[in-house]
């Protein structure tokens, strides 16, 4: 099993930044895939980007192209996404998850961080 628990959400005016992290714990170790998704008000969660144990990444979602940026600390069990530029649309649930490489089924997720973005 492997818990995850996300910090850094809040409130912030739009072109603000905010970097929110995914500690995680228990069996965990560096070959997991980390994935970060948000969940805007009344829609569905959607896939931002994700990052494998040597720090390659996905393609990241459209609308956050060049103003998000995801990045890992394995030896502190760390994923980050570093958010520039905000914007009212990126009002949403975080949340992060990890997956096996094996696997293209995120297993595991945190319980979500809230970042609204004022404007």
């Known amino acids: 099993q492997v818990q995850l628990v996300e910090s850094g959400g809040g409130l912030v005016q739009a072109g603000g930044s905010l970097r929110l992290s995914c500690a995680a714990s228990?069996?965990?170790?560096?070959?997991?895939?980390m994935g970060w998704f948000r969940q805007p008000p009344g829609k569905e969660r959607e896939f931002v980007v994700g990052i494998n144990w040597s720090g390659e990444t996905t393609r990241y979602l459209d609308s956050v192209k060049g103003r998000f940026t995801i990045s890992r600390d394995n030896a502190k069990n760390t994923v980050y996404l570093q958010m520039n530029s905000l914007k009212p649309e990126d009002t949403a649930v975080y949340f992060c998850a990890a997956r096996s490489p094996y696997d293209g089924n995120y297993a595991y997720w945190g319980q979500g961080t809230q970042v609204t973005v004022s404007s």
């Open positions: 228990g069996r965990t170790d560096s070959v997991y895939v």
